[in-house]
Nanobody
Framework: QVQLVESGGGLVQAGGSLRLSCVASGRTFSSYAMGWFRQAPGKEREFVAAIRWGGGRTLYGDSVKGRFTISRDNAKSTVYLQMNSLKPEDTAVYYC??????????????WGQGTQVTVSS
């Protein structure tokens, strides 16, 4: 059974930074792509970023390009999301997920419980 546990969310002012972490259980972490998604109240879940199993390729949603950076440490079974220049519209619950290298929700088979990020103006 794979478990994903996110941390690092919180309240930050606009223009600030946060780093989210997601620790995965299981011995196959390095074999899969990892992704970050987010969901704001009343909105659909939105793709944020993805990283291939080796970490050599990354993919970003248009709304976060140039501000967010995804990375991974396979030795620690952890994926990170560095978020800079945060905006109030980045406020959402952020989820990490394991699956294929894709921006599509259904390509991911395991999801974390989410961590709340709130950006104040």
């Amino acid at each position: 059974q794979v478990q994903l546990v996110e941390s690092g969310g919180g309240l930050v002012q606009a223009g600030g930074s946060l780093r989210l972490s997601c620790v995965a259980s299981g011995r196959t972490f390095s074999s899969y792509a990892m992704g970050w998604f987010r969901q704001a109240p009343g909105k659909e879940r939105e793709f944020v970023a993805a990283i291939r199993w080796g970490g050599g390729r990354t993919l970003y949603g248009d709304s976060v390009k140039g501000r967010f950076t995804i990375s991974r440490d396979n030795a620690k079974s952890t994926v990170y999301l560095q978020m800079n220049s945060l905006k109030p519209e980045d406020t959402a619950v952020y989820y990490c997920a394991r699956g294929s290298y894709s921006y599509i929700n259904s390509q991911y088979d395991y999801w974390g419980q989410g961590t709340q990020v709130t950006v104040s103006s």
